[in-house]
Nanobody
Framework: QVQLVESGGGLVQAGGSLRLSCAVSGLIFDTWTMGWFRQAPGSDREFVAAINWSGLTTTYLDSVKGRFTISRNNGENTVALQMSSLKPEDTAVYYC????????????????WGQGTQVTVSS
């Protein structure tokens, strides 16, 4: 059974930082691409960042480039999203997801999803 469990969400003031983590079990982690998505109230879920199996290829939503960093630890089966210079518009439920290959930016490219963790940025 594949499980993705996010943690690290919370309430932070604008300009602050948070580090999200996703623990993965039930698949051969170091062969899967990992991604982060987010969904704000009343909005569709959107791509945030992805990292390939080796960690050598990453891709980001334009609005988070330079502020967010995705990383992975294949020895611990975890993927992280370090978020800095947070803005109120970053408020959303953040989800991690796994994809079989590439660094897809669409939800349809991902096979497994976590339950999400809430990030709230106050102004």
């Amino acid at each position: 059974q594949v499980q993705l469990v996010e943690s690290g969400g919370g309430l932070v003031q604008a300009g602050g930082s948070l580090r999200l983590s996703c623990a993965v079990s039930g698949l051969i982690f170091d062969t899967w691409t990992m991604g982060w998505f987010r969904q704000a109230p009343g909005s569709d879920r959107e791509f945030v960042a992805a990292i390939n199996w080796s960690g050598l290829t990453t891709t980001y939503l334009d609005s988070v480039k330079g502020r967010f960093t995705i990383s992975r630890n294949n020895g611990e089966n975890t993927v992280a999203l370090q978020m800095s210079s947070l803005k109120p518009e970053d408020t959303a439920v953040y989800y991690c997801a796994s994809a079989r290959s590439g660094t897809p930016r669409k939800e349809s490219g991902y096979d497994y999803w976590g339950q999400g963790t809430q990030v709230t940025v106050s102004s």
